[in-house]
């Protein structure tokens, strides 16, 4: 499985970013794809998980704000990032997994992940 994120950069307060996340080698279409980031000297956080059923769930942190979309043609899922703020400040990361229950799986599948800066 290899997963390549793009899309990041430098963006002032309340703009916009779109994000990518190419994938290949999944062994079937079923598989949940995570958006995670982490900040220096945080942990990672979840942000967002687009599953393979179409929908889409978010932390509270990015709650209205962030939206997952898919291309099945280009296997790439997408991640859109509006009225973004200094603590959006990241490496953003996509990862393979599957939600039960309401609880998200990842694998070790991770991609090289991509800078977002957030500042004036």
């Known amino acids: 499985v290899q997963l390549v994120e793009s899309g990041g950069g430098w963006v002032q307060p309340g703009g916009s970013l779109r994000l990518s996340c190419r994938y290949s080698g999944l062994p079937f279409s079923g598989y949940d794809i995570g958006w995670f980031r982490q900040a220096p000297g945080k942990s990672r956080e979840r942000i967002a998980v687009?599953?393979?059923?179409?929908?889409?769930y978010y932390a509270d942190s990015v709650k209205g704000r962030f939206s997952t979309s898919k291309d099945d043609a280009k296997n790439t899922v997408y991640l859109q990032m509006n009225n973004l703020k200094p603590e959006d400040t990241a490496v953003y990361c996509c990862?393979?997994?599957?939600?039960?229950?309401?609880?998200?799986?990842?694998?070790?599948?991770w991609g090289q992940g991509t800078q977002v800066t957030v500042s004036s």
């Open positions: 990862n393979t997994g599957t939600t039960y229950r309401g609880t998200y799986y990842g694998t070790d599948s």
């Open positions: 687009h599953e393979a059923t179409g929908t889409s």
